[in-house]
């Protein structure tokens, strides 16, 4: 019992401080940024007392929720102290030196910033861009280097917490097969990035096929070498689009997407839906996690506007609004559910 209040109020202290590390860093970066390129379009926002109380609520649920996971099983306790540091190390230093490009490219508004040696006609139009004034968009290894650190940084450190509410679902919907040797399972996670819920997933289901899938050859070959060392079957990697999965009809029997839907247009979204209804097998479950939306959350709604003010998102402002239980539903999917976790909306539903 002692041991299990001590290991609790080690997490909430790490978790607290990310929080902190992620809320300095930002301040000195757009102090800096302000002394140095004044912008006047990029003032910082000022949160009022309320909101920030709710902030802190919201976040206390989700760590609240990450606990009672991990001690409830889902998965294991270990997951929730699994900090990648030394690769931190390696990609603070790169996010500062190459801030300075962000900031240049976000001032003149330059969102077609890409390396040179691309094929453009390989990509979706959509996708060529520098979603968050990210020097080189999603198509280098330089940007696949520092992205987890970004998105740590971002959400204030509770990005991999946020990535876990995908499993619960995930593992009650696998229920629906429960007849079936584990190893016969498949999970696909679409548009997977550097691997962070790769890693989560396989903590939670060691014996289950995983399989990653990114648009991104530059983004899978960073996952490839962040889920290396994993215990437990291969990981595979396949580069593809979410809007053509190269697998066949009823052969998967879950999907997971995280963070994938606001970098959308709204038909691109349609279609990736659709193509997952396509791979699903009749009972099997797909989950979605993806920012919060308007309707939900509207507390937040603040956040969700300096979000797609301050950050290259195009797509944010109509995926805020956008009905996506009704569009799951549509599409033939049942059992839809919804809920928000502090800056994340988990959907999940069965085919
Ligand atoms: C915001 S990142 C999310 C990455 C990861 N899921 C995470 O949790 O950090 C979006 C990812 O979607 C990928 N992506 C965008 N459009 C895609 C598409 N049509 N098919 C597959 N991947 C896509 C990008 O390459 C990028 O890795």
Request: glycine residues 4%; neutral net charge.
């Given at each position: 019992?002692?041991?299990?209040?001590?290991?609790?109020?080690?997490?909430?202290?790490?978790?607290?401080?990310?929080?902190?590390?992620?809320?300095?860093?930002?301040?000195?970066?757009?102090?800096?940024?302000?002394?140095?390129?004044?912008?006047?379009?990029?003032?910082?926002?000022n949160?009022?007392?309320?909101?920030?109380?709710?902030?802190?609520?919201?976040?206390?649920?989700?760590?609240?929720?990450?606990?009672?996971?991990?001690?409830?099983?889902?998965?294991?306790?270990?997951?929730?102290?699994?900090?990648?540091?030394?690769?931190?190390?390696?990609?603070?230093?790169?996010?500062?030196?190459?801030?300075?490009?962000?900031?240049?490219?976000?001032?003149?508004?330059?969102?077609?910033?890409?390396?040179k040696n691309?094929?453009?006609?390989?990509?979706?139009?959509?996708?060529?861009?520098?979603?968050?004034?990210?020097?080189?968009?999603?198509?280098?290894?330089?940007?696949?280097?520092?992205?987890?650190?970004?998105?740590?940084?971002?959400?204030?450190?509770?990005?991999?917490?946020?990535?876990?509410?995908?499993?619960?679902?995930?593992?009650?919907?696998?229920?629906?097969?429960?007849?079936?040797?584990?190893?016969?399972?498949?999970?696909?996670?679409?548009?997977?990035?550097?691997?962070?819920?790769?890693?989560?997933?396989?903590?939670?289901?060691?014996?289950?096929?995983?399989?990653?899938?990114?648009?991104?050859?530059?983004?899978l070959?960073?996952?490839?070498?962040?889920?290396?060392?994993?215990?437990?079957?291969?990981?595979?990697?396949?580069?593809?689009n979410?809007?053509?999965?190269?697998?066949?009809?009823?052969?998967?029997?879950?999907?997971?997407?995280?963070?994938?839907?606001?970098?959308?247009?709204?038909?691109?979204?349609e279609?990736?839906?659709?193509?997952?209804?396509?791979?699903?097998?009749?009972?099997?479950?797909?989950?979605?996690?993806?920012?919060?939306?308007?309707?939900?959350?509207?507390?937040?709604?603040?956040?969700?506007?300096?979000?797609?003010?301050s950050?290259?998102?195009?797509?944010?402002?109509?995926?805020?609004?956008?009905?996506?239980n009704?569009?799951?539903?549509e599409?033939?999917f049942?059992?839809?559910?919804?809920?928000?976790?502090?800056?994340?909306?988990?959907?999940?539903?069965?085919?």
């Amino acid at each position: 019992m002692a041991r299990e209040k001590i290991s609790k109020i080690a997490y909430k202290t790490l978790q607290q401080g990310k929080s902190i590390a992620g809320l300095a860093h930002k301040e000195l970066s757009s102090r800096i940024m302000n002394l140095l390129l004044p912008d006047e379009n990029f003032r910082n926002f000022n949160i009022d007392k309320n909101l920030l109380i709710d902030i802190q609520n919201s976040m206390d649920y989700l760590r609240e929720e990450d606990w009672n996971d991990a001690e409830n099983n889902i998965y294991p306790l270990k997951l929730l102290f699994d900090e990648p540091w030394l690769r931190y190390l390696t990609q603070y230093p790169k996010i500062w030196l190459d801030m300075p490009n962000t900031w240049e490219r976000r001032r003149k508004q330059n969102f077609k910033d890409l390396p040179k040696n691309i094929d453009d006609e390989s990509y979706p139009k959509y996708y060529l861009r520098n979603f968050h004034h990210q020097t080189d968009g999603y198509l280098s290894d330089f940007s696949a280097s520092i992205y987890d650190l970004q998105v740590e940084i971002l959400f204030n450190g509770t990005a991999d917490s946020m990535r876990r509410r995908i499993i619960k679902p995930l593992k009650e919907g696998l229920n629906n097969f429960s007849n079936r040797k584990k190893s016969s399972l498949k999970i696909l996670d679409v548009a997977t990035g550097s691997g962070r819920t790769l890693k989560q997933l396989r903590g939670a289901f060691k014996k289950e096929r995983i399989i990653g899938l990114d648009l991104s050859g530059s983004y899978l070959k960073e996952a490839s070498r962040f889920i290396s060392d994993l215990d437990g079957d291969l990981i595979e990697l396949v580069k593809g689009n979410a809007e053509k999965l190269p697998f066949e009809d009823n052969s998967l029997q879950a999907i997971s997407c995280v963070y994938l839907f606001h970098e959308l247009p709204r038909p691109v979204r349609e279609n990736v839906l659709k193509e997952f209804f396509r791979v699903l097998e009749p009972e099997g479950i797909l989950v979605l996690a993806d920012s919060i939306q308007v309707n939900d959350s509207p507390d937040f709604i603040q956040i969700m506007e300096n979000f797609h003010k301050s950050f290259h998102e195009p797509f944010y402002s109509d995926y805020i609004k956008d009905d996506i239980n009704s569009k799951i539903k549509e599409i033939g999917f049942n059992n839809i559910i919804s809920n928000s976790f502090f800056m994340t909306k988990v959907w999940s539903a069965i085919k």
